[in-house]
């Protein structure tokens, strides 16, 4: 738990809030390069006592003056509310869709065996979307040798890296997800930093995974800004 306040205050600019509190902070992060090099200038992390939403410095009154409610911000708000138009003209961009979904962490991963090996992004072998992460890789080869599934780590900074697997349908089923997660777990946790996994609530192979690889539901929420869906 220590890893993870640490990683929250460093990543969002605080943690944690009290009970029934919504705290906007404004931190540098939400104005320089993420993981990936993009911009992000709102997130937040809510947990069952509190909220705590990270905004570009100088605009936290704004934010503020929002009046944003922990019920408001936290309910079923689909594209039609407006919040999420609000919050971006307020920040200053990050899209008009303010998108939720479950924060889990681990600090007991599932003693599952490996199923992958780590390379470096610039390795031939590792296909494009693990390309963005910012640090070694772990891949899962299929039975004729041929990548067949794989774990980014988006490090957030020293203490916080959260993990993003993909497996090719071919080896869907048989268990190489939640392998893989358990196993990037593992070494995220020997260097001494802690492994988080974000996911859609709509999304019920991902929390599947989650569960299986030792990540459990603990009722912690993230908030973000996305781009609308266009129909």
């Known amino acids: 738990m220590d890893r993870l306040h640490t990683h929250l205050r460093h990543w969002l600019g605080h943690w944690p809030a009290a009970p029934g509190e919504v705290v906007v902070v404004g931190s540098p992060f939400r104005v320089g390069p ?39 911000l936290l309910s079923e708000l689909g594209d039609g509310d407006g919040l999420g138009d609000e919050l ?15 924060f889990r962490w681990s600090v007991r991963p599932a003693e ?14 590792v296909p494009s979307w693990l390309h963005p992460f910012n640090g070694d890789v772990l891949v899962a080869w299929d039975d004729e040798g041929k990548y ?41 946790l020997a260097e001494g930093a802690v492994p988080t996994y974000l996911h859609d609530f709509d999304n019920p192979a991902s929390a599947h995974v989650a569960e299986a690889a030792g990540f459990p539901d603990r009722g912690w929420q993230f908030l973000v800004l996305l781009e609308k869906r266009t129909v």
Not at 119 to 125: A, E, G, Q, T
Not at 154 to 162: I, L, M, P, S, V
Not at 163 to 169: C, I, P
């Open 34 to 72: 993420g993981w990936d090099g993009r911009t992000r200038p709102f997130i937040g992390v809510a947990s069952p006592e509190g909220v705590v939403l990270s905004v570009p410095p100088g605009a936290e009154a704004a934010v503020e003056r929002l009046g944003l409610a922990r019920q408001r």
């Open 112 to 125: 599952l065996e490996d199923a992958g090996e780590w390379l470096p992004v610039s390795d031939p072998r």
């Open 148 to 188: 067949g599934a794989g774990v980014g780590r988006k490090q957030h900074d020293r203490w916080g890296h959260e993990l993003a697997v993909v497996t090719e349908e071919a080896l869907r089923g048989r268990g190489i997800a939640r392998r893989l997660v358990a196993q990037a777990a593992r070494r995220v």
């Open 88 to 102: 971006a003209r307020t920040v200053g961009g990050g899209g008009g869709r303010l998108a939720r979904g479950c």
